[in-house]
């Protein structure tokens, strides 16, 4: 069964520093679809970055990197040099690539983040 | 462009009453998604139109849910009766065409029940 899950429920770190966020899934596809999103404190969730599943290069946009280890299928989110407007709730989701599939996304718990001065 | 709107973005209703959200995808995007957000079950997806058909109500509560795309600048979720465990947020995401592309969230409505 399709599942995404994000065992850290929270993380405070000192600005300037990396983080990273981890990330496991469940498919039975061999082809699919990862995302993080962050969701800021008014609610508004905003996609970040993606990893092709076919794709060995991780992915990488501003200071957000993925470090995708796809035999254990795990998706990591790295955020460099963090800044105190990263302090949001990060949520780690899969769409599977099937026949008739709608391309609906599974998500995580999601991992709150906090940047400390 | 604007992003994806979503309106009201507050709704209070009581019970047994009926609570109506409206979202209007991107300009350009064929792919409408609607997800349900709890603290309890985190987001949970309830529904998708594609090019205004509906595809997918897998996982719409099979009685007093229901979706509309009447056309392709807008999207309707009505729950009728509303119940207290029907409070959360409701967003709504688009989608440019492909299963490929990336869906981007509006801001949410957020309805409670009393």
């Known amino acids: 069964a399709q599942k995404v899950t994000q065992t850290q429920t929270s993380i405070s770190v000192v600005e300037k520093t990396t983080v990273t966020m981890d990330c496991v899934y469940e498919?039975?596809?061999?082809?699919?679809?990862l995302f993080w999103y962050k969701q800021t404190a008014s609610g508004e969730i905003v996609f970040l970055i993606r990893q092709d599943s076919y794709k060995k290069e991780n992915a990488t946009v501003g200071h957000y990197s993925l470090n995708f280890q796809k035999p254990k299928s795990s998706i990591g989110l790295i955020i460099t040099a963090t800044q105190i407007e990263d302090s949001a709730v990060y949520f780690c989701?899969?769409?599977?690539?099937?026949?008739?599939?709608?391309?609906?996304?599974?998500f995580g718990l999601g991992t709150t983040l906090q940047v400390q001065p | 462009n604007a992003g994806v709107i979503q309106t009201p973005r507050h709704k209070v209703t009581g019970k047994g009453q009926e609570a109506t959200l409206w979202c209007e995808p991107i300009?350009?995007?064929?792919?409408v998604f609607w997800y349900r957000q709890t603290i309890v079950q985190g987001l949970e997806f309830l529904t998708y139109f594609r090019n205004q058909a509906p595809i997918d109500d897998s996982g719409m509560p099979k009685e007093r849910f229901s979706a509309q795309m009447p056309n392709q600048s807008h999207s309707t979720l009505k729950i009728q009766s509303t119940q207290p465990q029907d409070s959360a947020v409701y967003l709504c995401a688009s989608r440019h065409r492909g299963n490929q592309d990336t869906q981007y969230f509006g801001p949410g409505t957020r309805l409670l029940v009393l």
């Open positions: 300009s350009g995007h064929s792919a």
């Open positions: 989701a899969m769409r599977e690539v099937i026949t008739g599939n709608t391309g609906k996304l599974i």
């Open positions: 498919t039975r596809d061999s082809s699919y679809f």
